[in-house]
């Protein structure tokens, strides 16, 4: 099993629809979620951080964190070709030394 | 967010020269650097994490006679490829972490190393 499971896609939505990425974690012990955004060619960018269960909100972007489930979400509403990418889901702790661990990532296609 | 940079962003070298690649954090103090390669269409693989003024701790499989790791200061880390040859060709990458209560990693843009 993977630490960092994500679908690898392709994911395609019409513009305007919402995208959902979905991301599994095996270690319990992990602490802090992140999506980061990358474009072909071009290195990560972080667009989410989430530390806690529920929700988090920014802008079109919704992280969901569900420790107990060991699953981590992030919704794209009304989604446009530029959001266009491969979207990796990274989850990290900080017990005995500092450690993230990246998902494979997920391509995601919005067709104008 | 944060901004890291990387320094060049493309290089061309000859088989078994060595390259330095720079990478620093613009506006923050990383109390943690990790250095990534990444070959076309494959995952992020980190070759090694970095904390200022001590040892690198390389993955399992990254030769570190190879791919040397100075962290010179909080802003700096360089990754020296040395003895280069056409299969070190990749995407290399550069992360800062700015550690406290937020743990986030931001990454530099990258250096596109090709060893003919």
């Known amino acids: 099993q993977k630490e960092v499971e994500q679908n690898s896609g392709p994911l395609s939505v019409p513009e305007g629809a919402i995208a959902s990425l979905n991301c599994t974690y095996s270690?319990?012990?992990?602490?802090?979620f992140f999506w980061y955004r990358q474009y072909s060619g071009k290195s990560p960018e972080l667009i989410m951080s989430i530390y806690s269960n529920g929700d988090k909100e920014d802008g079109r972007f919704t992280a969901q964190l569900n420790k107990a489930s060991q699953y981590v979400s992030l919704l794209i509403r009304d989604s446009q070709p530029s959001d266009s990418a491969t979207y990796l889901c990274?989850?990290?702790?900080?017990?005995?030394?500092?450690?993230?661990?990246f998902g494979a990532g997920t391509r995601l296609f919005v067709k104008a | 967010g944060a901004v890291v940079s990387q320094h060049p962003s493309w290089v061309i070298c000859k088989s078994g020269t060595s390259v330095k690649i720079e990478c620093r954090s613009l506006?923050?103090?990383?109390?943690?650097m990790f250095w990534y390669r990444q070959f076309p269409k494959q995952s992020l693989m980190l070759m090694a994490t970095?904390?200022?003024?001590?040892?690198?701790?390389?993955e399992q499989g990254v030769e570190k006679d190879k791919f040397l790791i100075n962290h010179a200061s909080l802003t700096l880390s360089t990754l020296t490829v040395t003895s280069a040859h056409p299969e070190d060709s990749s995407f290399y990458i550069c992360?800062?972490?700015?550690?406290?209560?937020?743990?986030?990693?931001?990454f530099g843009p990258g250096t596109r190393l090709t060893v003919t």
């Open positions: 506006d923050f103090q990383a109390t943690t």
């Open positions: 992360s800062a972490r700015i550690g406290g209560s937020l743990d986030e990693q931001y």
């Open positions: 270690d319990r012990g992990s602490q802090s």
């Open positions: 970095s904390n200022e003024g001590s040892k690198a701790t390389y």
């Open positions: 990274a989850v990290a702790k900080n017990t005995g030394g500092f450690k993230t661990i």
